[in-house]
């Protein structure tokens, strides 16, 4: 079983900047691809980034360029990083850590003015 906690959402102006982290606890040994969604009001839970063991990324079209997904392994545990720059309004949603078919809480990013 895979422990997942996230932060670094808030409320941003249009153009800035926020990190999201998420960190895995437990069985990280099982770890091979992590990735973040997102889920808007009345919108459908959506893939925005992922990364794998060995670094591979896919990004979401519509993040490509401002968003960059990285991980970090440190002792018994697994931080998987998501920078967000040039955020746009159309961005705020709720961003869920997905490890392993575990979701973490989510965590909310409103950007607006």
């Known amino acids: 079983q895979v422990q997942l906690v996230e932060s670094g959402g808030g409320l941003v102006q249009p153009g800035g900047s926020l990190r999201l982290s998420c960190t895995a606890s437990?069985?990280?040994?099982?770890?091979?691809?992590m990735g973040w969604y997102r889920q808007a009001p009345g919108k459908q839970r959506e893939l925005v980034a992922s990364?794998?063991?060995?670094?591979?990324?896919?990004?979401a079209d519509s993040v490509k360029g401002r968003f960059t997904i990285s991980r970090d392994n440190v002792r018994n545990t697994v931080t998987m990083y998501l920078q967000m720059n040039s955020l746009k309004p159309e961005d705020t949603a709720v961003y869920y850590c997905?490890?392993?078919?575990?979701w973490g809480r989510g965590t909310q990013v409103t950007v607006s003015s």
């Open positions: 437990g069985s990280i040994y099982s770890i091979d691809a």
């Open positions: 990364i794998t063991s060995g670094g591979r990324t896919t990004y």
């Open positions: 997905h490890v392993n078919d575990n």
